[in-house]
């Protein structure tokens, strides 16, 4: 396995959909295009924006193909493999390896929580039937435990890990784990929270995993860059829009509202359908309208 650290901004896709179990083709060639044309540095398909947990195995093996075709190595793919069975883990990572996919990226498993002497096991067992590299991906929101520090430390043993995902939003947390770059500085660190990405990129991370940048690349795509470049005043006014962009996840009053606002932009900005896998529903006319005001005072 080879690796080539990655910078820059890696948007979690949302998947197209049509109907219960059917993608929008067309919606994703759309929204593939539009976010290469934004410069981002790579694509991160099957994670929580992309709703994997809700979609039937077919579905995400005709995702992974579909997605890795069309961008026919354009950027590199990560594609999310993270599942309650151990089994379909390692399926769902060598669909990925012979899609074409750069590495597979997997959370702490869910449903049962696990401790953290079996969270590194596991990690271990999955790790020795992988074809691709690796990125860990810290989402305790929603799995309900975390990769601890510790944990992160021994499991860097590992060469074909490359990387940690953080979505805890615990800018602590992260501070700490980015001195793990020390052990392993060929580990690409990234930021999930998309306001929170000028401040980690500021203290050494690579990129951030930004659902906004579905919407927006350019705008994500520039605001990684003057964090780069140090350019305080055009992080400061970049930032302003990015956290604009924020009130359309407060439209709704489920945690499932974040994918709705997305896909409800997407849609409306003529990208793809906003049809989204059950249990969830898209945003009616009265929630719609509120998300197209936001996007109009943007003005990106």
Not at 181 to 204: C, N, Y
Not at 225 to 251: F, H, M, T
Not at 261 to 278: F, V, W
């Amino acid at each position: 396995m080879t690796w080539k650290p990655i910078n820059g901004i890696v948007p979690p896709l949302v998947t197209p959909l049509l109907g219960r179990d059917e993608i929008d083709v067309d919606g994703t060639h759309r929204l593939l295009e539009h976010m290469i044309a934004g410069g981002v540095a790579g694509l991160f398909v099957l994670g929580t924006t992309g709703e994997a947990p809700s979609l039937s195995y077919r579905l995400r093996r005709e995702f992974i193909e579909l997605v890795c075709k069309a961008v026919d190595g354009r950027l590199p793919v990560f594609v999310g493999v993270t599942d309650t069975a151990f089994v379909e883990t390692i399926t769902l990572a060598n669909v990925a390896s012979d899609a074409g996919a750069d590495a597979v990226v997997l959370t702490t498993p869910y449903y049962f929580p696990a401790g953290q002497t079996e969270l590194k096991l596991y990690v271990d067992h999955v790790v020795d039937q992988l074809p691709l590299p690796l990125m860990l991906y810290n989402m305790p929101s929603l799995t309900k435990v975390w990769f601890e520090y510790e944990t992160l430390q021994q499991l860097s043993q590992h060469k074909s890990i490359v990387g940690v995902k953080d979505s805890s939003g615990d800018m602590d947390y992260f501070q700490q784990i980015m001195g793990l770059k020390e052990e392993r500085p060929d580990w690409s660190m990234f930021i999930g929270p998309e306001h929170l990405t000028a401040e980690a990129v500021q203290m050494g991370a690579n990129g951030g995993v930004n659902g906004g940048a579905n919407v927006f690349p350019e705008l994500f795509a520039q605001y990684y860059q003057a964090a780069v470049d140090q350019d305080e005043s055009k992080v400061e006014s970049l930032q302003e829009k990015v956290d604009a962009l924020q009130a359309i996840y407060d439209v709704g009053k489920y945690a499932s509202r974040h994918i709705k606002a997305t896909k409800c932009a997407l849609s409306i900005k003529g990208i793809c359908s906003d049809h989204m896998a059950e249990p969830f529903n898209h945003f009616l006319p009265p929630q719609r309208a509120k998300v197209e005001a936001i996007l109009n005072r943007l003005q990106f």
